[in-house]
């Protein structure tokens, strides 16, 4: 497959060099297509075209025009297959089309793959990918049948299949791009909208390692150490968000206060799983409480798990440190779990992952507060959304200056691509190790 593409291996590019690469490839070609007059029901200026484009593509769902009046079909279409290519990751398409035409994969597509995949060996691979196109192809396809029941009564038949779909993708890319203006806050209650579009996200965001680990597994115990985390952190972390946003949001009158029990509960679920990169919303954001927006920050920085189309440090990222926190403390030399020892570079790269994701997102909150005039809890609520590649908003995005706007862009790609990823694309490669002598320095 690169074989056909000389030019990337003449410029001794890196794997992570491509896939960054690969990515601003796309997003130009979307912020062409957004720009063309058959996208838009009025001219749109560049910046806005490239600003969507880029948040189609990294799945993150901020907007900076209104997706269902602003963009005709065509620009919808554009953006859903933005969403789908960013969302399962460009090598991903790359591999399903060799596949398709019979060729195959040499060992520098399969680095590529690992590198998108962020695996820790070669292994697989092809039949991991194999596995995930046929699942979310599947899953897309169910999704849509069960939403086009529930929304083609509504809006008739061809606006209803292509809501659903539109909806389904954007769900399980975990974009959280939609239709309406106002999101999902017209289905606050809805029992089968709820239900559907959070599975997609959640799915979509546990990780496809984790999704191929449980379809080949049948016994919990037999299950990676991985697998396990994912499943166990997102069950708690979830349930904890739930109670917590229903607690502190069940007596505000913007929110919560004035709705049915019910349709608390499901207020309260639903903007509990979303800040983990899916970006719907179903209650006003920007009404909320300091201490929910607060909190929601914190788990769009955490975001979704490895392997997955969400983006954040990664759940397991933070279970890994928290481990490593807690060994340290106790006056152990590893942290263990399930009876299983964390290597310690796998907890050197989680630190590096948080470290490298907090100094991006603090500089580029710095660099919002001079180019923007904007109470400072929205351009710290926006810089953590574009980062953990959320799309939730408390209505700032659309009153960014065209600099502040090019800056989330950043920081939307880099949250996507990964801040591992992305430093070593830009870093220079090392010619070797050198070992020198050991000092102390105090910390504390």
């Not at 292994?123 to 897309?140: D, P, Q």
């Not at 209650?189 to 080949?216: H, K």
Request: aromatic share 10%; proline share 3%.
């Amino acid at each position: 497959m690169m074989s056909r593409f000389p030019i990337f291996w003449k410029l001794s590019l890196n794997p992570p060099q491509i896939l960054t690469l690969g990515f601003i490839a796309v997003i130009i070609v979307g912020t062409f297509l957004l720009t063309l007059p058959i996208s838009t029901s009025e001219p749109i200026g560049v910046i806005d075209a490239l600003f969507t484009a880029t948040s189609a593509t990294t799945v993150t769902g901020l907007v900076v025009l209104d997706t269902g009046t602003e963009f005709t079909l065509f620009g919808q279409i554009v953006i859903m297959i933005l969403i789908q290519l960013g969302g399962l990751g460009l090598m991903t398409f790359a591999i399903m089309i060799v596949l398709i035409l019979g060729k195959k994969i040499g060992l520098r597509e399969r680095i590529l793959v690992q590198e998108s995949f962020n695996q820790s060996t070669l292994g697989g691979l092809v039949r991991l990918v194999k596995s995930l196109l046929i699942f979310t192809f599947s899953m897309e396809i169910i999704a849509t049948v069960l939403l086009s029941i529930r929304w083609v009564p509504e809006y008739g038949f061809g606006i209803g299949i292509f809501t659903s779909l539109f909806h389904v993708v954007s769900a399980f890319n975990n974009a959280g791009f939609s239709l309406w203006s106002d999101s999902l806050m017209g289905y606050v209650g809805d029992p089968v909208v709820n239900i559907i579009i959070t599975f997609l996200f959640i799915v979509g965001g546990i990780g496809f390692t984790v999704i191929s680990d449980l379809m080949r597994t049948r016994k919990y115990h037999q299950l990676s150490l991985h697998t396990k985390l994912m499943i166990i952190g997102t069950l708690s972390i979830n349930i904890i968000a739930t109670i917590v946003i229903f607690l502190l949001e069940y007596t505000n009158s913007e929110t919560l206060a004035n709705l049915a029990l019910d349709e608390k509960l499901w207020a309260s679920y639903f903007q509990a799983v979303t800040p983990r990169t899916a970006g719907f919303n179903s209650l006003d954001i920007g009404s909320m409480n300091p201490a929910t927006l607060t909190l929601t920050m914190f788990l769009m920085f955490i975001g979704a798990g490895s392997a997955s189309t969400g983006s954040g440090i990664k759940l397991t990222t933070f279970i890994v440190i928290v481990l490593a926190v807690n060994a340290y403390l106790r006056g152990k030399k590893e942290a263990v779990i399930f009876k299983r020892s964390i290597p310690g570079q796998v907890v050197h790269r989680a630190l590096a992952i948080t470290v490298i994701s907090l100094l991006m997102v603090i500089t580029v909150i710095f660099l919002l507060t001079i180019t923007e005039d904007a109470p400072y809890l929205h351009i710290i609520f926006e810089a953590f959304s574009a980062f953990g590649t959320v799309g939730l908003s408390m209505g700032l995005t659309a009153e960014l200056s065209e600099s502040g706007k090019l800056l989330l862009c950043i920081l939307m790609l880099a949250g996507r691509i990964g801040p591992i990823t992305l430093a070593f694309a830009l870093a220079r490669t090392s010619k070797g190790n050198i070992g020198y002598p050991k000092d102390d320095v105090f910390t504390g």
